[in-house]
């Protein structure tokens, strides 16, 4: 029996400390390279809050995405919609939503439906691609569309 401290210890420790140099050192690098504001930031939904981006691009709002196929069967479909409101309200000016009509899934085209989330957002706020050109929302509809969801929020949590 290998004792503590051993030698593959040693080295899963020794290769610990080398990741964890080179992920300082790659922050660190990125800290200082000029123009990364003009840069296009990939994260997920759960890792955006608290963030705020000019442009945000939400994908994949499709039924069994988001929200999640199990969600309806674990009950956290409230979780869900609170993920996809924090995801929103994260972009200042302008905010894209997308979703497919199909997706290939084990190699075969499969029918997607819109996620449900969409039909609950409010349709004065809502530009459809095959709708423009078409008036943005007015900054008066997109407070009281916010305060809405808030209301929501706030109901559903109590």
Request: a negative charge; aromatic letters at 6%.
């Amino acid at each position: 029996m290998p004792s503590p401290g051993g030698a593959g210890e040693r080295s899963l420790r020794t290769r610990l400390e080398r990741f964890l140099e080179d992920v300082t050192l790659d922050a660190e690098r990125e800290e200082e390279e000029p123009g990364v504001g003009d840069a296009v930031t990939l994260i997920t939904m759960h890792s955006c809050k608290g963030l705020e981006f000019p442009h945000v691009f939400i994908v994949g709002l499709e039924e069994g995405l988001l929200p999640h196929a199990r969600s309806k069967a674990e009950g956290t479909l409230d979780e869900e919609r609170r993920l996809f409101y924090v995801a929103i309200t994260r972009a200042r000016q302008t905010l894209k939503l997308s979703h497919c009509a199909t997706r290939r899934k084990y190699g075969q085209p499969t029918p997607c439906h819109p996620s449900q989330f969409l039909k609950e957002l409010p349709e004065e706020l809502v530009e459809r691609a095959e709708d423009r050109p078409k008036q943005p929302v007015t900054q008066a509809a997109g407070t009281e569309w916010f305060a809405q969801m808030r209301a929501r929020l706030a109901a559903a949590k109590g």
